[in-house]
């Protein structure tokens, strides 16, 4: 994170700032754990994984890195969203509900629209990127950012202006089936050509035929298995 100038030329300072990351894909947005960093950190680390779901091919993946500076009276929490579940997780059942009104509706959203953190510490949009499918590469890739603050920001962090994570994208035939129905295997017995009428179901990239689709209820290995690929090529007939 820190540039070796600025961490040489200031090794004395006490300086700290508080940073969280926002990622997004249409209306669907994360957040992570906040992260207080000051010269001792040269790396900032955000653990876990952030899975999107019903993401179409052409998704873009905002990214922004939110800081502000701390002082030495104020006391580190977590995002409002993210304080509001562990307000709900604090109080006891009984005292909790004269105390902390999110103990009768437990929803954070709600919670925070009626009522509202006090305005304390201001964030600010340290950086950002942008990755779309080309990026999801399955191995740890790094990112440019583009950083928005400098030294005159009482937020800004001299940061190396990269960004490494791994981003993954499964296709959803992967994890659904995508389709179903009755297929006609031709088979030659004894040279004479005969069809068999068997039910399948694509899924993962697998062609599972069965006699009659009961048999996927009582989880009777498939009759037949035929990997669908990029090298495989499958004929209908109807």
């Not at 200031?10 to 894909?25: H, K, T």
């Not at 340290?126 to 399955?138: F, M, R, V």
């Not at 009961?214 to 499958?234: C, F, G, H, S, Y």
């Amino acid at each position: 994170m820190w540039r070796d100038s600025a961490y040489f030329n200031n090794r004395g300072s006490s300086r700290r700032v508080a940073v969280f990351c926002v990622m997004q894909i249409g209306s669907e947005v994360f957040d992570t754990e906040m992260v207080v960093v000051d010269r001792s950190v040269t790396d900032i680390c955000f653990e876990g994984v952030t899975v999107f779901k019903d993401v179409v091919p052409e998704f873009e993946l905002k990214v922004a890195l939110w800081s502000c500076a701390l002082e030495e009276e104020l006391t580190m929490v977590n995002t409002p969203k993210k304080l509001a579940k562990k307000l709900r997780s604090s109080f006891g059942k009984t005292a909790g509900k004269k105390l902390c009104p999110l103990l009768v509706n437990p929803d954070p959203d709600t919670f925070l629209q009626s009522h509202p953190i006090p305005v304390g510490a201001k964030y600010s949009l340290l950086a950002y990127t942008s990755l779309c499918l080309p990026e999801a590469e399955g191995s740890f890739q790094s990112h440019s950012l583009i950083v928005l603050q400098d030294a005159e920001w009482s937020s800004w962090l001299p940061l190396y202006g990269n960004l490494c994570c791994r981003l993954v994208a499964q296709p959803t035939c992967m994890t659904q089936s995508m389709t179903s129905g009755y297929l006609s295997q031709k088979l030659n017995v004894e040279g004479m050509n005969r069809c068999c009428s068997l039910y399948c179901v694509l899924s993962s990239g697998m062609l599972s035929c069965y006699f009659t689709p009961e048999e996927i209820d009582a989880k009777v290995q498939p009759t037949l298995n035929v990997p669908v690929n990029k090298v495989r090529q499958v004929q209908y007939y109807y």
